[in-house]
């Protein structure tokens, strides 16, 4: 009955800030105020499709009010936002916006931990949440999506579907998909690569100049080349733009590349095996945001399922740590833009990737303990791995 009663108070929450996002953008709109830079880059990538212009020059669109920023998803995506046209920017926006309570509901469902009310409305108090929001981001959606078929659809025939969608609005997912076979499910990632090629090949047959040029050259564009040091990109790759000469980036990208995806496979299956299935997602995920080039802050929205994780599991002084850290205050007290990343001081770059740190720090708790137990000759049927209430 307690249950019923939290589900019911958090949907009609979760209601409640879509009703409110929705005023917001209705009232941006009627005073014609600026709203959703992101949203609105997608919204110009859907009327390029429509009017025949290329996708990854400038985008004509554009509201006056938003930078000259690119649009940097697959085609695929492109097409989608086609659907945004149909609506003024600031709508557009509002539509995304409140897509997001509703996707931080459905993960924290599948992630549970009580009481789901008060994680609701502490989720909107971290970086990657807000600043998704605000934006007018699918970051928070596409999470969702890869949460469905890890966790609410496995032993569907439908599962792997949604991944290979997410995958082919951006390509990051993908490395889900190859969490999928590392888990022994392979007729999943099947279905999650064959959505992911049939949504790419829509987009070839229907943008072909736009597909190609998108392989060769709009993936990696300038926009990406010049924000790479910046404090907001909190990758490996971002790590080292700001720490280390240019010489030594690459070969130190991919040993940690390497080191990473080996650890990552390890720990996968380990947790799998134990029974433990969202820390096995959980570390995909810190893998996805490490090893990628660009990883902005709003890229890590999986610190929300993790604080649900280790609340249920009466991790307390863990989760008010990793909260405090992704409120947003560590990229914001540092010096940040125009190059003076370059210039931080020792514990101005401890706070400055306090996000990579943090994330590399919990793999290598997890590894540590794995090591130990091997060492030690504890059952792994006997580690307490599986999350209260997890199933």
Request: charged letters at 10%; glycine letters at 8%; a positive charge.
């Amino acid at each position: 009955m307690e249950n019923t009663t939290s589900h019911r108070r958090s949907l009609l929450l979760v209601l409640a800030v879509c009703a409110a996002l929705g005023a917001v953008a209705v009232t941006w709109w009627l005073l014609d105020r600026p709203l959703g830079v992101d949203s609105a880059v997608y919204r110009a990538a859907g009327s390029a499709i429509l009017r025949g212009e290329p996708l990854y020059d400038h985008l004509t669109a554009l509201p006056d009010w938003t930078p000259d920023l690119p649009f940097t998803y697959p085609p695929f995506a492109a097409l989608l936002f086609t659907a945004g046209t149909a609506l003024p920017p600031q709508l557009w926006w509002g539509v995304l916006a409140m897509a997001a309570p509703l996707a931080v509901y459905l993960v924290l469902r599948a992630f549970p931990s009580r009481p789901l009310p008060v994680l609701l409305l502490g989720a909107c108090c971290l970086q990657p949440v807000w600043q998704s929001v605000g934006l007018g981001q699918l970051n928070l959606v596409l999470m969702a999506l890869v949460v469905l078929d890890v966790l609410v659809l496995k032993g569907s025939r439908y599962c792997g579907i949604a991944i290979g969608l997410a995958a082919a609005i951006k390509l990051i997912p993908l490395i889900f998909i190859v969490h999928l076979l590392v888990t022994g499910r392979r007729a999943d990632a099947l279905r999650a690569l064959a959505t992911f090629a049939s949504a790419s090949a829509l987009a070839l047959l229907v943008l072909p100049g736009d597909t190609v040029r998108y392989l060769t050259t709009g993936m990696f564009n300038d926009h990406f080349a010049a924000g790479k040091s910046w404090v907001g990109n909190q990758s490996w790759q971002g790590f080292l733009a700001r720490t280390v000469p240019d010489g030594w980036a690459p070969p130190l990208t991919v040993l940690f590349v390497a080191v990473c995806a080996a650890a990552t496979a390890f720990l996968v299956r380990r947790l799998y095996r134990a029974g433990d299935e969202r820390a096995a997602l959980l570390v995909t995920a810190g893998c996805s945001v490490l090893v990628s080039p660009i990883s902005w802050t709003h890229h890590w929205v999986w610190v929300v399922p993790a604080l649900s994780y280790l609340l249920a599991r009466r991790r307390m002084w863990q989760a008010v740590a990793v909260a405090t850290v992704y409120t947003g205050w560590t990229t914001a007290v540092v010096p940040g833009g125009g190059g003076r990343e370059h210039g931080w001081t020792f514990a101005q770059a401890l706070v400055g990737n306090a996000y990579l740190i943090s994330a590399v720090l919990a793999g290598a708790v997890l590894l540590r303990k794995f090591f130990r137990e091997r060492t030690t000759s504890v059952p792994l049927r006997e580690l307490p791995l599986r999350s209260p209430g997890a199933e």
